[in-house]
């Protein structure tokens, strides 16, 4: 049963799953005008994006498969207007959290800082994508001419929710800088962080990206990719159909290894891989790479209307330079041929510059309730937003681009 939280004249209901919602209602709001089972390929709906993670299907795979939920840590508290005509006309995906693991925009810090001062940290509310540092969406709103009405609620709905949980803080990460912005002007904190994104310049095809290279960048990146498709490796693209449970099983094992060196325990069990591969197979290309049929390596990517999103990655055998084919070359190439404006490959790695990956701000906002911990935060997050910028311009330099170079 959904429990109701007044919010001036609206009524907002919380949602404790995604199964309490149908996939229509909630897509008719995340991705509006895109069709709640087509691939974006073909469509075009360029004022509002389509954007895989907000979809139903890849938020109830992580909360059915139970990767998001109360055990884990990840206590779906998803917030829903209803419109004038009966149906969803804003949400807001939220979640209650006991920690601060698998968010990408780091706190651990400020809960260690505010419970040393004697504050208790979480819960606290999240509003974002679990595991998934990837900017979109986060105040879903139909459009129309209630919308920024509606976004307002839903801001003001989400501290209000915060305080009845006694949750010390709201974290909305991975923010458009438009929805940044408002929640600036709705008492939220503002902070800003960087990301490294290959953007397609009407390239014609991958030399054409290489022609707008200096000569030693152009020459070191065909040298790995040589060399890491070297001893008879080959890349196979996997998807629709082709997306079998075999394909999952391996790339299942390639997550586990490279998982549980980075972060001790994998964030995502084989069910979500099963669920999104049925839900999703039009919205998901897994590239991976084969030694004489065998698989040995492998890259997952979602395809959204305008970018593509390169998510997991492992190996089982070493070969110098596959991690860069799989994650970034192969990536970019199918970009370009497939005429999408950007790749979006994942949080931090400043090795990405040398090939031909922009530092790009990415946005998070936050409301704290303990005034002086506000405060405090606050005059953290000024400097480090100084930071971040000058940190930008900095990495610019290094850039491989000819005209970068002044040649």
């Known amino acids: 049963m959904n429990e109701q939280s007044g919010t001036g004249e609206a009524t907002v209901s919380v949602l404790a799953s995604l199964a309490e919602i149908g996939r229509a209602d909630w897509d008719a709001c995340a991705n509006p005008g895109w069709p709640s089972a087509a691939s974006p390929g073909g469509i075009e709906n360029p004022a509002i994006p389509y954007n895989p993670f907000i979809s139903h299907d890849f938020l109830w795979s992580l909360e059915e498969s139970g990767s998001a939920n109360r055990k884990s ?39 260690d800082a505010y419970e040393r001062a004697g504050g208790q940290y979480y ?18 709103v139909r459009p129309g001419p209630d919308a920024d009405r509606h976004r307002a609620t839903l801001a003001a709905a989400a501290i209000a929710l915060a305080r009845r949980h006694g949750a010390s803080s709201i974290h909305a990460t991975f923010l458009p800088e438009e929805e940044w912005e408002f929640l600036g002007a709705a008492d939220y904190l503002k902070r800003t962080d960087q990301q490294f994104q290959f953007f397609n310049e009407n390239y014609r095809d991958f030399d054409d990206f290489l022609d707008a290279l200096a000569s030693r960048k152009r020459k070191n990146i065909r040298r790995e990719r040589r060399d890491a498709l070297a001893g008879g490796i080959e890349v196979e693209h996997l998807s629709g159909r082709d997306l079998t449970e075999g394909a999952w099983d391996a790339f299942f094992a390639f997550y586990m290894d490279t998982g ?148």
């Open 260 to 407: 549980s060196r980075k972060w001790g325990r994998p964030y995502l069990n084989r069910k979500f891989f099963s669920l999104v591969g049925e839900r999703m197979a039009d919205r998901i290309l897994l590239m991976l790479a084969k030694r004489n049929g065998r698989p040995i390596a492998g890259a997952l990517n979602f395809i959204g209307s305008d970018a593509l999103y390169g998510r997991y990655w492992g190996a089982t055998e070493e070969q110098p330079f596959l991690h860069f084919e799989l994650c970034y070359y192969q990536a970019m190439d199918w970009a370009i041929a497939h005429r999408l404006p950007r790749v979006e490959a994942g949080a931090q790695g400043e090795h990405k510059l040398a090939r031909g990956y922009r530092p790009t701000t990415t946005y998070s906002a936050h409301w704290i309730a303990d005034p002086g911990f506000r405060r405090a935060v606050a005059e953290y997050l000024a400097r480090e937003r100084r930071q971040v910028e000058r940190d930008e311009a900095a990495l610019e330099e290094f850039l491989p681009f000819r005209h970068e170079e002044g040649q």
């Open 123 to 140: 819960p606290k509310l999240q509003v974002s994508v679990p595991f998934t540092p990837v900017t979109g969406r986060r105040l879903l």
């Open 73 to 111: 840590g990840w206590l779906a508290q998803h917030l829903v207007l209803d419109g004038a005509d009966g149906r969803p006309a804003a949400i807001l995906p939220a979640y209650l959290k006991s920690h601060s693991m698998g968010e990408y925009v780091f706190d651990h810090g400020w809960a």
